[in-house]
């Protein structure tokens, strides 16, 4: 990313604040200088509009070694062998769209132990904004499965019980010929297809955006090397990136709205 030996180590002092943030306890009053916000929709609706998730995460192995997973880990006693989580999350839409039936993984399933939630069986689904504190692997989709009890759509590897309960949602003949039409004139090279995916198809794809990206204006720095310390990043103005739905998503957003 950095074409300079001074902007790889400004932006490296930047990215690596998540992980070396996870590790220091009286860390979370301090400003942040790199935030994400994710738009995610989920199956069901979490108990509360917004709330803090502070889960420690770690990797187990499933199938008799031949794949693993990351899960919630809750035995304080070992917490050492698991890694800090914090999300922030809050509802930012629901929708009763869809007949959905959604059911509690047991710990026979995986042969692994962690908690999971009922969630709100009748609300449908749910658009939520998730903002992680720190930055552990898939640590937005195991929150959203297994604390909030509400899977990502499209995320079969941590709900796939739940989507194999989800009926999806029935399209009229007219919306189906218009969405065919437009799939045709969007069709990538290779027979990849990015508006297919949402809601109204078999094949769900993930449903998880990072929709914002506050980081500091490193420009600023760099018109000035010499005199930059890491603390001075948090001192920049901030610099606010913002990404449209990708097309799948967007139609997602569209039924549960029509």
């Not at 998730?53 to 192995?61: C, E, G, N, T």
């Not at 065919?180 to 449903?207: C, Q, T, Y």
């Not at 914002?212 to 001192?235: A, G, Y």
Request: aromatic letters at 6%; hydrophobic letters at 35%; charged letters at 25%.
């Amino acid at each position: 990313m950095g074409r300079t030996q001074m902007s790889a180590a400004i932006l490296h002092s930047v990215f690596r604040e998540e992980t070396l943030g996870a590790s220091k306890h009286d860390s979370d009053n301090e400003k942040r200088v790199l935030q994400k916000r994710y738009w995610a929709l989920v199956i069901g609706s979490p108990r509360r509009p917004k709330g803090t998730i502070s889960a420690p995460l770690r990797k187990v192995v499933v199938d008799d070694g031949k794949s693993d997973r990351i899960t919630v880990f809750e035995h304080n006693n070992t917490i050492l062998s698991s890694q800090r989580a914090i999300t922030e999350y809050r509802v930012i839409k629901t929708s009763t769209h869809g007949n959905i039936i959604v059911t509690l993984v047991s710990k026979s399933d995986f042969g692994i132990a962690y908690p999971l939630m009922l969630s709100d069986l009748n609300a449908g689904f749910t658009w939520l904004e998730l903002s992680p504190l720190t930055g552990r692997k898939h640590q937005l989709r195991v929150h959203c499965a297994e604390v909030l009890g509400t899977p990502i759509v499209g995320d079969y590897k941590y709900g796939w019980q739940a989507h194999r309960r989800l009926q999806n949602l029935a399209e009229s003949d007219l919306r189906k010929n218009s969405n065919e039409k437009v799939a045709k004139e969007n069709m990538l090279p290779f027979g990849l297809n990015m508006d297919s995916g949402s809601i109204s198809e078999k094949h769900l794809r993930l449903h998880l955006h990072c929709r914002e990206m506050i980081l500091p204006n490193v420009s600023q720095v760099l018109r000035n090397p010499k005199s930059f310390t890491d603390d001075d990043l948090s001192k920049l103005k901030s610099l606010e990136i913002v990404a449209s739905l990708p097309s799948y998503m967007q139609k997602s957003w569209d039924i549960l709205n029509s």
